[in-house]
């Protein structure tokens, strides 16, 4: 997928609206899959992703972040987190099709279908530049803002 155009997709977001990625060219965009509204490690890497928002607004970077939530989850989400981006639903795997960020997971010694943590930096023409996954969440929105300043 590196440096390939990034798969297009129109999905309902926070807004309400209806976000399509082809609409954002013009400007970068960190795309974020993440798989699961108010879980710790979901809600700590969007919490990183809002307190570094200005840098990365101030680079002309728009932040999109997605999972399978409702789009109620994500309003109550982004509210109670004060989010200054967007938050994408895809209950039927859509852009996580696209992506391919659905693997089967661990969890608690079962196997779940399940978001894999993967972030996707896409350059203001549409393309693919920097493709992360299985994130690791420390200093992971850090990173990502210093790729945006290399593009």
Avoid at 36 to 44: A, S
Wanted: glycine share 8%; hydrophobic share 40%; proline share 7%.
């Amino acid at each position: 997928m590196l440096d390939q155009p990034a798969p297009d997709f129109s999905l309902p977001a926070t807004g309400p609206q209806t976000l399509t990625l082809s609409a954002l060219r013009g400007a970068p965009v960190v795309l974020y899959f993440y798989p699961k509204d108010n879980t710790p490690g979901c809600t700590t890497e969007t919490q990183d992703f809002r307190e570094l928002h200005p840098q990365f607004a101030a680079l002309g970077c728009r932040i999109v972040g997605v999972s399978r939530d409702s789009l109620k989850s994500h309003e109550n989400f982004k509210t109670k987190l004060a989010l200054p981006f967007d938050l994408v639903s895809d209950p039927d795997e859509i852009a996580c099709g696209l992506y391919g960020v659905i693997k089967m997971k661990n969890m608690y010694g079962k196997q779940v279908r399940g978001i894999e943590r993967s972030t996707f930096l896409i350059d203001a023409a549409g393309v693919v530049r920097r493709e992360v996954r299985g994130v690791k969440v420390p200093g992971h929105a850090q990173a990502m803002l210093e790729a945006v300043k290399t593009l």
